[in-house]
């Protein structure tokens, strides 16, 4: 059985690109546009690892991250923010509870090394 990845990003290009990618490394992959739908599908899939975005409409990265991090069903599950946001930003990002952050361009074979396979 294959790990299964989380993907939430409102860019649908970065998202695509993601799917395909995990999808060809042997992942089975979820998607979501927003944090709103990422809290969704995080309870909903179950995935092993969520790779997510930081600015995103309704819900964003940190906030969904906050919630995430404070349900006990899905508080264990790593999550990977992937960003164009500089590194001023880190503090708060780890702060909100990501495990580890990736700034775009990154390499896809480290983000996968956090699914614990």
């Known amino acids: 059985m294959s790990a299964k990845i989380l993907v939430v990003e409102d860019t649908a290009d970065t998202r695509e690109l993601l799917h395909y990618y995990f999808t060809n490394a042997g992942y089975t992959v979820a998607t979501a546009v927003d944090g709103s739908e990422g809290l969704y599908m995080a309870k909903a899939e179950a ?3 969520i790779i997510t975005d930081i600015s995103m409409p309704k819900v964003d990265g940190l906030e969904m ?5 404070a349900d006990p069903d899905v508080a264990h599950i790593p999550i990977l923010v992937f960003t164009a946001h500089g590194s001023a930003a880190s503090e708060e990002i780890l702060e909100s509870g990501a495990d580890q952050i990736f700034y775009k361009p990154a ?4 983000m996968a090394k956090y699914t614990g396979t």
């Not at 991250?65 to 991090?69: G, V």
């Open 47 to 49: 995935p092993d690892l």
């Open 65 to 69: 991250i906050r919630q995430l991090r």
């Open 107 to 110: 390499d896809f074979d480290e």
